[in-house]
């Protein structure tokens, strides 16, 4: 058995792929672009085990899916490839339609070619899972309700807008043409791989380079913030028992203003990596520039998901945070080559791409 997953070289695929290798014995099938955000150096304990197969290509690729979905017979195909950044989709929205809109649509085709060309018991088994997020519900003030699954769609982003056009996409491929679908709309992910442009690596990578922290606004925006492990059980979870059709909130219970989020993340550092002035990594932070049409507050309500498949995240935010501060501290040199943009040059050299 095979399952095929895309932009598993990013920050939520490569740890999708790495623990999906340690709970089975499955073969995982692992296309990606490698944007910017692809890193394969994620995936390099991977480099000599059979059960993982990359192929770098884009979801859009309406001549390579077919070809691949056909030598590989996947049963599943999940869907975590997209531009991902909300700063980026602010300054050049075009790669957030092209990829989450136009290339969520052309997989949805390629797939459903392949899922028409199969018998009737692989038809009846086959999954396509699409990973959404929280942000395609909009923003909540401080009273209102977490987000549960009837929420109605209120993306105010480039990004968060170009996602909900991908989840209403899945659903009418589900609709009309009867695809076995499954989506997911999880809050924050936080831990180990993340790319430091977003808040909790660049924080973490800032602070121990000397650098500002920068905070937009006020600092005072929610989100919920779950650990990646987490996110990733969740997801296998879904695929094994979700109901066709249906989308599942996943969310960590763990409402946080932003700037709690940077003095935890300075406190731990003080830590286990004190400066060598003394002083407190949070004399770093600096208030900036709001980001514009900032959403002020997300919130997941994952009852669904616990009722009806008994998930519930393992790691709270202060078991989930150290470890990823940790992870940081242990792994400088991931972060230089990130930075650099050297592992580009270690993927050409590792897979002659
Ligand atoms: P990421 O930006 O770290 O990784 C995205 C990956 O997709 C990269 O490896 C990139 O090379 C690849 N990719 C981009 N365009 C592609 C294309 N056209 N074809 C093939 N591959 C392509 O993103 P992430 O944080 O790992 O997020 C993964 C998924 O989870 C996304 O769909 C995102 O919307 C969703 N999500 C993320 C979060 C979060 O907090 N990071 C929360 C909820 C949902
Ligand atoms: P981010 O990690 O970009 O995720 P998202 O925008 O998808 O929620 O940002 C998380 C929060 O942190 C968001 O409210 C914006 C804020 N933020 C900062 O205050 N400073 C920063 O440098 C970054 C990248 C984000």
């Known amino acids: ?32 672009k490698l944007t910017y955000a692809g890193n394969l150096e994620s995936l390099a304990s991977l480099n ?16 390579l899916l077919p070809k691949l979905l056909a030598e590989h017979q996947p049963r599943a195909v999940l869907n975590f490839a997209a531009e991902s950044h909300v700063d980026r989709s602010i300054h050049g929205p075009g790669d957030f339609i092209e990829t989450n809109i136009v290339g969520t649509f052309r997989l949805l085709e390629s797939v459903r070619g392949y899922w ?3 018998g009737a018991d692989g038809q ?8 959404s997020t929280d942000e395609v519900y909009g ?4 009273q209102d309700p977490a987000f549960t699954e009837q929420h109605q769609y209120e993306p105010n982003s480039p990004y968060s807008a170009s996602k909900a056009a991908s989840d209403h996409l899945v659903r009418a491929w589900h609709h009309t043409y009867g695809l076995p679908v499954l989506t997911t709309n999880c809050s924050n992910n936080y831990g ?9 690596p660049l924080m973490i990578v800032n602070a121990l380079a000397g650098k500002p922290l920068p905070v937009y606004g006020d600092g005072m925006q929610v989100r919920d913030w779950l650990y990646v492990k987490d996110h990733c059980s969740a997801i296998r979870r879904v695929l094994e028992g979700g109901r066709l059709g249906e989308t599942y909130n ?16 300075c406190a731990l550092l003080d830590e286990l990596r004190p400066r060598s002035d003394g002083q407190s990594y949070a004399t770093q932070i600096t208030y900036v ?12 309500d994952a009852r669904k998901l616990e009722k009806e498949l008994g998930w519930k995240p393992a790691e709270t935010f202060e078991t989930g945070i150290r470890k990823t501060v940790a992870w940081y501290l242990d792994n400088t040199e991931w972060v230089a080559h990130v930075q650099s943009g050297a592992y580009r040059d270690w993927v050409t050299k590792q897979y002659k791409a």
């Not at 180990?192 to 909790?200: N, Q, R």
């Not at 969310?251 to 989020?261: L, Q, R």
């Open 116 to 118: 028409q060309s199969m």
């Open 192 to 200: 180990p791989l993340h790319f430091p442009e977003k808040l909790i």
């Open 124 to 131: 009846r088994s086959f999954r396509f899972l699409h990973v």
């Open 139 to 142: 923003s909540l003030t401080p």
């Open 48 to 63: 000599n085990n059979p059960q993982h197969v990359f192929v770098q290509g884009d979801i859009g690729d309406s001549e």
């Open 1 to 32: 058995m095979t399952v095929l997953i895309t932009g598993g070289a990013g920050f939520i695929g490569a740890n999708f792929v790495l623990d999906w290798v340690a709970h089975t014995a499955e073969k995982i099938v692992n296309l990606d």
């Open 250 to 265: 996943v969310g960590g219970w763990n409402e946080k203003p932003n700037i709690e989020i940077v003095n935890t993340v």
């Open 289 to 300: 520039k709001d980001r514009p049409g900032h959403d002020r507050r997300y919130a997941i």
